[in-house]
């Protein structure tokens, strides 16, 4: 062959094979974005593929109906349901848990101390060996009674709003307006979320891009609110030496400055051995640790307890005499059953200054104390708290309620050794706005 010949093929030979390799790599994209989405051209189309796809057991295909942050609810929201349903009788059996590195979460949940429904997602799916292939295993092996959840019913009276929609899903004898909804995003619409309540309303924040719903009373649970933002962050533990307090007002001053500037060891140090065993101080954390309360609130409780040792004590004590006895024996069981009483500590004490930091600016205070007495080596005093109030849902027909409260916790204090602690912080006595 002569040289001009080669000359004129081998450039020839090297465009042919660039377009082949070109094709060969927009094949490949087309088909990760045809796995991605099937781009459904409708609200009302990726709704019934949705429904379908719980019904034949497809998670591929419930996958890509969903949004992603959907996903991490569905995940959250399961994995949650395996814990809490363990009453004898039919069990929930265990699917996303499976999947949890627990090491993992551990680990996650010590350094970030989650508490909002957006943290949780966050340090579960972090956890998730494999997030997708855990959604395609939760689908397939859902139990028939959940996954009526996400099949029943047929969705109506459907509104586009831009790249945003709401239909209403009826399900037969069931009262409530259940709003679903749905964003438009490059490979189609896309299923977002469920709100069920009564006159749900919309929320688009153009200007983040996401959008959110809101029941009456009910708040965002996907970014933290704005005054959550200006709440300090957790102090990291030192483990050092526990400070000698001088007398009752300066352990008084120690532990209102701990949970205001959320330092968790300062606090701890602030207490007996008594007041750390306080099954009611306990519960009230927990009861703090979620400031926006709402359909997730028994999350955090799953989070940090062991479930199955708590129905395990509670089942063992039975049905106590007394409705006074039944309630102080379930405390006892919820305490019992604390994973690691310091990261639940912590994370009380994260959610404590969370309340007193969403107040409202012009109400918000830093703790106070009052009406100290000394006798000898014990002391009492009132430590009044004011916090955000997210306890009542108010409706059209109810009146509209502030956005705070103040409580007090009747302090009891113990002078040994090593100084002046709190020995007792009695009960919260809510004192109105």
């Known amino acids: 062959m002569s040289q001009c010949s080669t000359q004129f093929i081998r450039p020839f030979l090297i465009a042919v094979l660039i377009a082949l390799w070109a094709q060969a790599c927009l094949g490949q994209e087309a088909k990760a974005a045809a796995e991605q989405s099937p781009g459904y051209a409708s609200p009302v189309k990726v709704f019934a593929a949705l429904q379908q796809g719980w019904k034949d057991r497809d998670g591929e295909t419930v996958y890509r109906c969903v949004t992603d942050r959907h996903r991490d609810r569905i995940l959250l929201g399961e994995w949650c349901r395996e814990f809490t349903l363990r009453y004898p009788g039919p069990q929930i059996k265990q699917i996303v848990s499976k999947h949890v590195d627990e090491k993992r979460r551990k680990e996650l949940t010590r ?5 909002k429904h957006y943290e949780l997602t966050s340090v579960l799916v972090r956890s998730l060996k494999d997030k997708k292939a855990t959604f395609v295993d939760l689908v397939k092996n859902l139990d028939e009674r959940s996954r009526g959840e996400y ?5 109506g009276e459907v509104s586009i709003d831009g790249n945003h929609a709401q239909g209403v899903l009826k399900i037969k004898d069931d009262p409530r307006r ?8 490059k490979q189609g619409w896309l299923f977002e979320r469920v709100v069920a309540g009564q006159g749900p309303l919309m929320v688009v924040r153009p200007a983040r891009g996401d959008v959110s719903w809101l ?3 009910e708040t965002v649970g996907d970014a933290p609110p704005d005054a959550e933002k200006s709440s300090p962050r957790s102090r990291p533990w ?3 030496p526990a400070p000698k307090l001088e007398s009752p007002q300066e352990a008084a001053d120690a532990f209102q400055n701990a949970i205001w500037d959320n330092d968790p060891e300062a606090a701890w140090n602030c207490l007996t051995d008594g007041a750390l065993g306080e099954h009611e101080w306990w519960f009230w954390l927990g009861m703090l640790m979620d400031p926006n309360a709402g359909p997730g609130a028994t999350t955090p409780m799953v ?12 089942l063992k004590q039975g ?6 006895e039944m309630v102080k024996s379930e405390l006892r069981a919820l305490f019992e059953s604390i994973r690691d009483r310091k990261v639940f500590f912590s994370a009380g004490i994260k959610g404590l200054c969370a309340h007193l930091h969403a107040v409202p600016k012009e109400h ?6 009052r009406d100290l007495e000394v006798k000898e080596d014990q002391a009492t005093g009132v430590m009044t708290l004011v916090l955000s109030d997210s306890r009542s849902s108010p409706d059209e027909t109810q009146e509209a309620k502030p956005a705070w409260y103040s409580t007090d916790l009747n302090l009891r204090f113990k002078k040994s050794d090593d100084g002046w602690r709190i020995d007792s912080l009695g009960f919260a006595a809510d004192n109105g706005p």
């Open 111 to 115: 350094e970030e101390l989650p508490l």
């Open 151 to 155: 099949t029943d019913g047929k969705l």
């Open 178 to 185: 259940i709003v679903c909804h749905f964003v438009k995003e």
């Open 215 to 217: 029941s009456a009373g």
């Open 238 to 240: 030192t483990n050092n």
């Open 303 to 314: 989070w940090y307890h062991d479930m199955d040792k708590w129905y395990r004590i509670v």
């Open 319 to 324: 049905s106590a005499a007394g409705d006074d």
């Open 364 to 369: 918000r205070k830093r703790p106070s104390f």
